[in-house]
């Protein structure tokens, strides 16, 4: 009698050994929602490597808590519709415990709804203010905001001796909030803006808008778009024989950027996380490391191509959940709070600090000037 019960005893207990292994085991599902098609695409689809390569990493080492991750992808085709569609796709039909990306703005600001009503824990991979600002409970972003690199544009320009300074935006989104946000903080930097033109980003061609600015007495351009307008406008600079320097905004730090403007290129400055140019900081910087490490399996180990300003968002974003599952484990609210407490994260955008009153957590410190200098990015400040 007995051995019959040591043997139902033993039987159990390899049951429920086998079932609690299969339950460490099960895989923690993140969704990423991702440009990896239309205009965006460029963008999107690094973002997707960068996961990717990230999530490889973190399941060699074992995972999270002892379970691995497994990505679930959303493709939202650089259209904000088709970015809600996928965003409730992973919230409810893939049952999602966190959302990475999009990677446009507008795409983000198309799910903030669905983001809160579901309780999702949501960062973005978007350059834009608007999805943090005002605070909702469930959202936050791992790239710097855009009032962000105004403000350390207008800090350069300050210790320049700039007063006077010309601004041209795309009439998009992304455009319109640098426009707004350089006019807002204008004052506060004692900066006059004494033209301002607009272009829309199908343009191939900004001379009009260009001459009209010529004929000021501005001592700076800015120009606030992303993508290859930001190539044309560098062009169009070139083409009227411009004095005055060049300052484009924080999306433009790509090296397609230079591949599109060419010589046009030479010159223009622009802020910038410091992965741009991690070889160049010297080494007591705590991101250098990391930075020089991720270029590395980027470039080199997995020749994805050259990095650029955005390829850190999706591997910020990703870890910065990672972090919260590792804290609170895998209950949606608890991740969200555990987010929002995150201090002195150091990531490949920068080092970060979030709030209640911030869910970016980046300041000017995150960022550096880097210029263009003989086909290269350089460091400036």
């Known amino acids: 009698m007995k051995t019959i019960v040591g043997m139902f005893s033993a039987v159990a207990f390899l049951m429920l050994s086998t079932a609690c292994l299969c339950a460490a085991q099960e895989p923690i599902k993140i969704g990423c929602l991702f440009d990896l098609s239309g205009p965006a695409g460029h963008i999107g689809t690094p973002s997707k490597y960068v996961a990717e390569m990230l999530a490889e990493r973190l399941n060699k080492a074992g995972g999270v808590n002892g379970r691995p991750i497994k990505l679930v992808f959303g493709d939202a085709e650089s259209n904000p519709g088709k970015a809600a569609i996928e965003a409730r796709r992973l919230i409810e039909n893939e049952q999602v415990i966190a959302l990475i990306g999009p990677t446009r703005t507008d795409s983000a600001m198309a799910i903030i709804n669905l983001i809160e009503t579901s309780g999702t824990p949501n960062v973005g991979c978007v350059g834009g203010t608007p999805p943090v600002n005002p605070v909702r409970r469930y959202v936050f972003k791992s790239p710097q905001k855009t009032v962000t690199a105004v403000q350390k544009v207008y800090q350069y320009l300050q210790k320049q001796g700039i007063q006077k300074i010309a601004i041209i935006t795309a009439t998009d989104g992304f ?40 004929a000021t007495d501005a001592q700076a351009l800015i120009c606030w778009t992303i993508g290859p307008p930001g190539s044309i406008v560098a062009k169009n600079v070139r083409q009227l024989s411009y004095t005055i320097p060049l300052i484009q905004c924080h999306g433009l730090p790509d090296p397609k950027y230079i591949e599109l403007a060419g010589d046009a290129a030479e010159g223009t400055i622009m802020p910038s996380t410091k992965l741009m140019v991690a070889a160049q900081l010297p080494d007591s910087d705590p991101q250098k490391k990391l930075l020089l490490d991720f270029i590395n399996e980027y470039e080199n180990v997995r020749k994805y191509g050259k990095v650029n300003t955005h390829s850190g968002y999706a591997w910020d974003a990703l870890m910065l959940v990672v972090n919260a599952i590792k804290t609170a484990g895998t209950d949606k609210a608890k991740i969200r709070d555990a987010i929002e407490n995150t201090k002195g994260y150091v990531g490949i955008s920068g080092i970060y600090n979030m709030t209640a009153e911030d869910h970016c957590g980046l300041s000017t410190d995150s960022m550096v000037m880097i210029k263009v200098a003989g086909g290269k990015f350089t460091l400036l400040e």
């Open 175 to 214: 455009g319109k909030e640098g426009e707004q946000s350089l006019k807002e903080l204008a004052g506060e930097y004692g900066i006059k803006i004494v033209a301002d033109e607009k272009f829309d980003v199908t343009d191939v061609d900004m001379t009009v808008q260009l001459t009209k600015i010529k």
